[in-house]
């Protein structure tokens, strides 16, 4: 126990002096702090301010209210079960696996370490759920009671969310440690979880919000979901004119009993841990190295009962080979990198086209729908051209020796993610121009050339930004790089609103468009050749891009 | 020391060490060689309590490893083949959480040698994130060599270190040889096992192929005079395998 103890002290005081005495890395952590206390005061001036004499609910039916909640709790009971039944709760650091497991301490004692881990994960979801229903009630029931509004004392409502969500942790881990085969029961959760869902969903739609409530105030889901009725109970004890002290005992109770069987258990749980803290540690090796490995490494979890052979033959010579490589490697994901941009896109055109056609009272609302939703479609696949960008960068002294201009290797990296983006403006405008919606030619045109060509300028210049801030592992340079990206995409706004001012004037959006595609094409190519020469530069040193010295000749 | 009696280890449909036994006495050095998947890391795994043995029995000392962990592990040494330190804690505080799991703290005496012997001791103050590959290694050995182990098992310890740094952990393994202590390495440096070893255990596809001295193996297979632990191992695994 003692042994214990010193690694966990010696690891936070470490961790502290090192936060302390590198601002880059207290940069994250004043962040964060920052945004919890902000949440947390505005929480507080809420519950001060709330009247305190006015606790009948005026607008919110109690029953209603209590069931609602829950029903949330259920759900989150259930979440926390499903993860202690994957990897997430036995998986361990590998440290521990290679200096604690192989040594002699009791694996209760081991358990018992992990513990404040999941204490730690109770209060982040317990605060989390509090916050959440106290806002949304708040807003339901202005000056009248709201969830967590209990009075006195304030802090029964966090503890017995905590207690709860607490109870389900403990039950989760006691599972993970006793059961070896968790998959099945996984499943079995699963689909349990979802034929529940449907059922209140139909019986919703045939009888009514009546009915539901009736399920969920039902004896036997209260019993069985015990810990979350509690919960429930107690956050809105303000609506329903009860104590909630009696219940948070209860809870307190229940959490000390769930702490036993996770004890008195004397199974060996180490290799499954073994298992778990391996993959979880691939999976965010692969997290760091772009959005195509991770879903490789978390699809590699998943047994496949036929072998599923990939085998696109090499293609192409210089540069033009480097791109049939990333094919090669992105239809290794067909439905994610092919089939689900085109499948989005079609999805998005239906429903601005729906949306054009069935409301033409209310102007632009279809186009409306389309531009926000292209927007963020939008920056998921820039996001997706950075992880392929930073990609890059890792394959640096791999690449490096080839004998592909730089220029070249940056457009054969960046192919595969335009591509992708391409198919999703593709599915929108085949999809939108089916269905014979307003403008329907200016918005294929504006899906097939327009989005896609300043796209493509756009993450070229990313894949620059991405070069200047190589160190992937320094979140204080991404930040920064994100930053750098944003000041460097408003000359380019500024030029795209002065080219927009002869289709301004003439009243044109055909003119807006047209123009504004051919400014890519010039926005590319001179992109391209920055990019190309950062790249040429980044090979070179493996150092940061200066983008002023790119052009200086080399010593 | 240590006895591995009919054990097996299965994950699944796959069947990964089948009915493996053998022993290393007291003031033995004894060599687990085989092909990539044979099973090697398998089987110290399952001696390190880590793996749970589908069946057969691991004895520590005398301890079963699976009925009485604590106990077992406490007579054992085990560096795994790629160490992966505490980020946040120093070279001096593994070597000092590991003497306290051990509750072998008056070792610690014994620090400075060890990590000055593996040139760690000017490192002893660096946190395990700023090691290098070799230097997690040697940290790794460090820990090991700290507390009074009377079983050491290695899974590859040679991979990653300096020409210095392996032969300082060779000698220290040889001291800790002729001490009375077990040692059990996996490696697939035929030359150094064949150079280290007292005997040696060939594993292929999770079965014992061969066991015995390198003289022992050259007589029972007739090779000449002048076969090496290499040309052996090479005859032996593809035996198998073809």
Known sequence: MRAVALLSAWKIRN??????????????????????????????????????????????????????????MILLGLAVIDGGLGDSLLAFPLPDVDYLFPSPISRKIVLAYKLPALTFGAVFFGGFVLVLFSTLTRFAQPGGAHVGNISPPSWVAPLSLVSSVGIYFNLA??????????????????????TFGACLGVLWWLRGSNAVVAVLESDWIRTIFKPSSLASDVLVAGFC?????????????????????????????????IVSSERISMIRQAARGGFSSLMAAKSANFKHKAARTYTVPPFGQGAFALFWAHLCAATKRPFTNFVAPLLGGLALGSLGGVANINNSEIVGLGFLLLAGLASYSTMAFMQIARTASEGAIRRRELLSPLPIKGWQSVAANLAVPVMAFDLFCFGCALSYGSLRAPDARLVVFGFLVFMPLRTAARMTLQYVIVLGYPDLADKMQQVLSVGVYMILTTPFLFAEVVFCIPALYFQSMWLGFVTLSLLQIPFIVFLLFIAGKAAEKAVATGEPINLFQLFRSRA | MLQ???????????????????????????????????GKTTTIRCVASLLQPSSGAILLNGHDVSANPVAAKRALAFVPEVPNPYEMLTVMEHLRFVAAAYRMEEELVHAEEILTRLDLWDKRNELGASLSKGMRQKLACACAFIHRAQVFCFDEPLIGLDPKGMRELKGMMVERRSQGNAILISTHMLDTAE?????????NKGQLVAQGTVVELKERLSSSADSSLEDMFLELTEDVTG
């Open chain 2, 195 to 203: 150079r280290l070893c007292d005997r040696v255990i060939i594993l």
């Open chain 1, 173 to 194: 881990m006691w599972v993970s440690v006793r059961i070896r085969n968790r998959g099945k029961i996984h499943l079995g959760l699963i689909g349990a979880f979802l």
């Open chain 2, 4 to 38: 591995v009696l009919n054990l097996t280890k299965r994950f699944g449909t796959k069947t990964a060490v089948e009915d493996l036994s053998f022993t290393v006495e007291s003031g033995e050095i004894v060599g687990l060689l085989g092909p990539n998947g044979a």
């Open chain 1, 241 to 273: 004119h009860r104590p909630a002290m009696d219940l948070v005992e209860w809870l307190l109770i229940g959490y000390v009993l769930s702490l036993v069987p996770m004890f008195l258990s004397n199974a060996n749980w180490y290799e499954q841990s």
């Open chain 1, 15 to 72: 961790a502290f002096r090192t936060t302390f005495s590198d601002p880059r890395k207290l940069g994250p952590l004043l962040f964060f702090t920052i945004c919890v206390t902000i949440t947390l005061a505005l929480f507080g001036v809420g519950i001060s301010q709330a009247p305190s004499g006015s606790q009948d609910g005026k607008t919110i039916d109690p029953v209603v209210l209590r069931a609602g909640t829950t029903f949330c």
